[in-house]
């Protein structure tokens, strides 16, 4: 575990809190919801190495068009196919394939798939630019590329299963035989153009839809460079930088190492995009820091567990998700980023919020400032990141060239940091490190990518998403906050047991064009039903996020996840907010102004809804001093802030003055009588009563 080292000034002495590198050289960016994993050594270690050096020079090759390959043009989807071969093949020696496979060593049935799954892709990838030109995914294929083709459909359910689990595959493979019987009667509504076994497979591994589909083409194109570049950030010492400087701008607040949690947390993830890494680096760093300071580990694992939550949300950086909506909206990904600006605030903001609250309510004081590390002396270590991250933020928003971005910002990165840092100043053993970090990040992507990308493939094959979208609105009476709900429930339950970008993959198939044709943003909708689906990260059952800060806090795992809910809890607010009103997401007219008063309101409304959550108001006091009006005080502050946040106009029967008098006609009065209640007694805050 990273720890803290001290120092003493010497006009004190207490003890000054500087941060180590909480991921080291073994630092690990997978977002893996599978933590039993093989490491690899000796000769497989380096074919590894090998294989990921020749994946990411393949994708600058295919990025900036530098023809590595000497009179030869290489198609997207023999580009595709070779980075599948090259990364899905360790899938089988990375993660075992029962609980009781051994880890030190690689058993002979895996090194067969391993063999058949790279012989199966060379196979097809040699044959692919004359399936596109023979139109073979229609009919046609030779036997032996429908053998190859079978080989692999298995091999990506395997695959599959392996890095997702067992729900993962059981809720994705149904999906991928269904064109195989779909005139059946017995499918109702998913009735649809039905194909042979042949015909299928050729369509699921020749076609632009399916396997080489947009999960693939996402990874391809984006994903790779950024998971590059979020790989080489904290292999140069970036987390040690930004827990520092969230320790020296924060402790000093009013529960001061909460807050430290949520904006290091923030920090972080903003430039992983990876919840369970930021857990498990962050964490170990802020929840031994709020214990200390009077949180219960229950609570701190909460914070901690919402705080890494936001990796996935908040921009420049999100996770892979981010870039499979760009691909499904057919927009940069420079747009995703920007539409999650406000939203990712929001809960940030929240977060603060109820942290705030919470310390106030529990007389939980800061760090003193003699404890925690020198502003100056934070920024002079670690100056050269805001240069490589204001670079990247260029590149995507201004110059909008975001596959070029992350692999620009790479290098000015290691170039600063060879010259200027000392302490993580890359070797040759650093580089094989830090290849193999990549390898393994990309060889889970790739098996969870190219098996749901079979998903999207099944629908395109039997034409039914478009009747589907049709039923649904037919259920729903074409009342949208019915088809939301609706929408917002499946996603939570798919979410327990898919991965966020499974999840979201099947309800942008599913419900998505159901909800676009009730007149609704598009780009609201998918971001609707991406933050739904996440939000099973710190919903028990499953919970990871949660779970993962209670092994670090030392608390019991539900109680954790439940707090976390409590903790979080505005962000399930937040996805109906931005589908109400697009300008939260920064789409329609004049989008930018009215985004950021509609974020004045949120966040107003949200002020209320922690004070009623947490039973502290600012500006009014601890709610206990109310007596036995303490909470139908609160739950008024929370339905009162909740109408305020509330964006009117659109489908909201109410215009947006209407929803604001509305919500301020239940605070007004609520907050003044509270107000008179709480001056009226005195209430000695929980951290400070006699044990």
């Known amino acids: 575990m990273p720890s803290a080292s001290t120092s003493t000034?010497?006009?004190?002495?207490?003890?000054?809190?500087?941060?180590?590198?909480?991921?080291?050289?073994?630092?690990?960016?997978?977002?893996?919801?599978?933590?039993?994993?093989?490491?690899?050594?000796?000769?497989?270690?380096?074919?590894?190495?090998?294989?990921?050096?020749?994946?990411?020079?393949?994708?600058?090759?295919?990025?900036?068009?530098?023809r590595f390959f000497?009179?030869?043009?290489?198609?997207?989807?023999?580009?595709?196919?070779?980075?599948?071969?090259?990364?899905?093949?360790?899938?089988?020696?990375?993660?075992?394939?029962?609980?009781?496979?051994?880890l030190d060593r690689i058993p002979w049935y895996d090194l067969v798939l391993f063999?058949?799954?790279?012989?199966?892709?060379?196979?097809?990838?040699?044959?692919?630019?004359?399936?596109?030109?023979?139109?073979?995914?229609?009919?046609?294929?030779?036997?032996?590329?429908?053998?190859?083709?079978?080989?692999?459909?298995?091999?990506?359910?395997?695959?599959?299963?392996?890095?997702?689990?067992?729900?993962?595959?059981?809720?994705?493979?149904?999906?991928?035989?269904?064109?195989?019987?779909?005139?059946?009667?017995?499918?109702?509504?998913?009735?649809?153009?039905?194909?042979?076994?042949?015909?299928?497979?050729?369509?699921?591994?020749?076609?632009?839809?399916?396997?080489?589909?947009?999960?693939?083409?996402?990874?391809?194109?984006?994903?790779?460079?950024?998971?590059?570049?979020?790989t080489a950030l904290m292999m140069t010492g970036a987390g040690k930088f930004f827990i520092n400087l969230a320790f020296a701008l924060c402790g000093t607040f009013r529960g001061g190492a909460a807050k430290v949690c949520i904006f290091a947390s923030g920090l972080l993830g903003m430039m992983s995009g990876s919840i369970i890494s930021n857990v498990l680096t962050a964490g170990t760093m802020t929840i031994p820091v709020m214990k200390k300071s009077g949180f219960r580990a229950s609570y701190a694992g909460a914070i901690e567990a919402c705080a890494s939550t936001g990796a996935v949300l908040a921009p420049p950086v999100m996770g892979a998700t981010a870039f499979v909506i760009a691909q499904f909206l057919n927009v940069s990904y420079a747009d995703v980023a920007?539409?999650?600006?406000?939203?990712?605030?929001?809960?940030?903001?929240?977060?603060?919020?109820?942290?705030?609250?919470?310390?106030?309510?529990?007389?939980?004081k800061g760090i003193p400032r003699a404890e925690l590390p020198r502003i100056m002396d934070t920024i002079?270590?670690?100056?050269?990141?805001?240069?490589?991250?204001?670079?990247?933020?260029?590149?995507?928003?201004?110059?909008?060239?975001?596959?070029?971005?992350?692999?620009?910002?790479?290098?000015?990165?290691?170039?600063?940091?060879?010259?200027?840092?000392?302490?993580?100043?890359?070797?040759?053993?650093?580089?094989?490190?830090?290849?193999?970090?990549?390898?393994?990040?990309?060889?889970?992507?790739?098996?969870?990518?190219?098996?749901?990308?079979?998903?999207?493939?099944?629908?395109?094959?039997?034409?039914?998403?478009?009747s589907l979208a049709n039923d649904l609105l037919h259920i729903a009476g074409d009342n949208a906050f019915l088809l939301l709900g609706m929408c917002a429930l499946t996603s939570l339950i798919l979410g327990l047991g898919l991965t966020t970008t499974a999840c979201y993959i099947f309800l942008a198939i599913l419900v998505a064009p159901a909800l676009e044709k009730l007149g609704l943003n598009r780009m609201a909708v998918h971001m609707f039903i991406f933050y739904w689906g996440m939000l099973s990260s710190i919903t028990p059952p499953v919970a990871i996020a949660s779970f993962a800060a209670a092994g670090i806090a030392g608390s019991p795992a539900m109680k954790t996840g439940w707090e976390s809910m409590w903790v979080g809890s505005i962000i399930y607010f937040i996805p109906f907010f931005f589908v109400l009103n697009p300008a939260l997401v920064l789409q329609g007219p004049?989008?930018?102004?009215?985004?950021?008063?509609?974020?004045?309101?949120?966040?107003?409304?949200?002020?209320?809804?922690?004070?009623?959550?947490?039973?502290?108001?600012?500006?009014?006091?601890?709610?206990r001093g109310a007596g036995a009006l303490e909470w139908p005080i609160r739950v008024l502050l929370v339905i009162g802030g909740f109408v305020v946040a509330t964006p009117g106009g659109g489908i909201m029967p109410l215009s947006q003055m209407q929803v604001t008098l509305l919500g301020l006609a239940i605070l007004a009065p609520t907050a003044l009588l509270a107000l008179v209640l709480v001056r009226r007694q005195t209430i000695v805050p929980d951290g400070l009563r006699a044990p």
């Not at 043009?73 to 051994?102: D, H, K, V």
């Not at 695959?159 to 997702?164: S, V």
Request: proline share 4%; hydrophobic share 55%; aromatic share 14%.
């Open 115 to 230: 063999v058949a799954t790279f012989a199966a892709a060379l196979m097809l990838m040699s044959n692919v630019r004359k399936a596109a030109e023979a139109g073979w995914e229609f009919g046609g294929a030779p036997n032996s590329v429908i053998a190859a083709g079978l080989v692999m459909w298995v091999m990506l359910m395997e695959a599959l299963r392996r890095t997702g689990g067992w729900s993962l595959l059981l809720s994705v493979l149904p999906f991928t035989v269904y064109p195989l019987f779909a005139e059946s009667s017995w499918l109702g509504p998913f009735r649809g153009t039905q194909s042979t076994l042949e015909q299928a497979t050729a369509y699921h591994v020749l076609s632009g839809e399916s396997l080489l589909g947009i999960p693939i083409q996402a990874f391809a194109d984006t994903v790779i460079g950024f998971l590059v570049f979020g």
């Open 380 to 466: 002079k270590d670690g100056w050269y990141y805001v240069f490589v991250i204001a670079l990247l933020i260029v590149m995507l928003l201004y110059f909008k060239r975001e596959s070029h971005a992350p692999f620009y910002a790479t290098a000015l990165l290691l170039v600063l940091n060879q010259f200027f840092s000392k302490d993580t100043r890359w070797t040759f053993a650093t580089i094989g490190k830090f290849l193999e970090v990549n390898g393994r990040t990309f060889v889970e992507l790739v098996g969870i990518l190219a098996g749901c990308g079979l998903l999207i493939g099944a629908f395109s094959m039997t034409g039914v998403v478009s």
């Open 9 to 66: 000034g010497p006009q004190d002495e207490a003890k000054r809190i500087v941060f180590d590198d909480p991921h080291g050289a073994a630092a690990n960016m997978q977002e893996a919801e599978v933590t039993r994993v093989r490491a690899l050594r000796g000769a497989w270690r380096w074919t590894l190495v090998v294989a990921t050096a020749a994946t990411i020079l393949l994708c600058i090759n295919q990025q900036f068009s530098l």
């Open 70 to 102: 000497i009179g030869y043009t290489q198609l997207n989807t023999e580009y595709f196919y070779l980075l599948i071969a090259l990364m899905l093949p360790f899938t089988f020696l990375i993660f075992p394939g029962t609980e009781r496979a051994p």
């Open 338 to 364: 920007l539409a999650a600006i406000i939203p990712a605030a929001l809960y940030y903001v929240g977060l603060f919020m109820q942290v705030d609250a919470y310390a106030a309510r529990h007389g939980l």
């Open 590 to 623: 004049s989008p930018y102004l009215a985004g950021l008063g509609l974020m004045g309101l949120a966040a107003f409304g949200t002020l209320f809804i922690c004070g009623g959550i947490q039973g502290y108001q600012p500006f009014v006091g601890d709610l």
